[in-house]
């Protein structure tokens, strides 16, 4: 009989959770970098308006952390469950990744719902806390700012998971992909690859 997943120390519900926190940490350090230019806002020193920049700039290095974080989560626990798999001890399933990052995206679509309809019905602070919730994307907002853009957002992490999960099973690293490529692995790069098919 086979053992289930969360027998196996590894449990879907783990890796949302993961995936959830991770988008979290990066919105508040994202937003520790832009206190700054808030404390020049609450001081008097600056407008909102000249301080838009250190917001978008530090919004911009905050979605290249959230990209390093989600991936990285995720390729974890593809190699991790590879071993699972190969000895029959969970199913294969390599829609895991970018499944586990549309769950983790259900509080964030729900709250940014909510924003919304209270934006449309004349109260503006929720959609406030919603750019702050998406902080790395604070850019975008700044593109167009109506609560509904965080609908792009909800596809950003999904998107990361499910190509750090397949890429983890897979044992490609893609840092090695970027910088070096040995000739001489060719045929066990072929075998890797396989895997994602």
């Known amino acids: 009989m086979k053992k289930n997943e969360n027998t196996m120390k590894s449990p879907f519900h783990s890796f949302v959770i993961r995936l959830f926190l991770n988008q979290i940490t990066v919105s508040i350090i994202g937003f520790l970098g832009a206190a700054i230019a808030l404390s020049q806002i609450v001081s008097g020193e600056s407008s909102l308006e000249s301080t838009v920049p250190y917001f978008i700039i530090s919004s911009i290095l905050s979605l290249l952390l959230l990209a390093v974080f989600s991936y990285s989560a995720a390729w974890r626990v593809g190699q991790r469950e590879y071993n699972l798999v190969k ?71 999904p998107l990361m998971s499910n190509w750090g999960y397949r890429y983890g099973y897979a044992f490609i690293s893609l840092r090695q992909k970027i910088i070096y490529q040995d000739p001489r692995k060719d045929e066990k790069k072929k075998a890797r690859d396989k895997r994602l098919r």
């Open 87 to 157: 000895y029959s001890h969970i199913e294969l399933d390599m829609r895991r990744g970018i499944k586990a990052g549309v769950f983790a995206q259900i509080p964030g679509f729900l709250f940014g719902a909510v924003a919304s309809a209270l934006y449309f019905a004349g109260y503006e602070t929720p959609h406030l806390w919603l750019k702050f919730f998406y902080f790395p994307f604070w850019w975008l907002f700044q593109l167009h700012d109506r609560p509904y853009m965080f609908l792009i957002a909800l596809v950003f992490v």
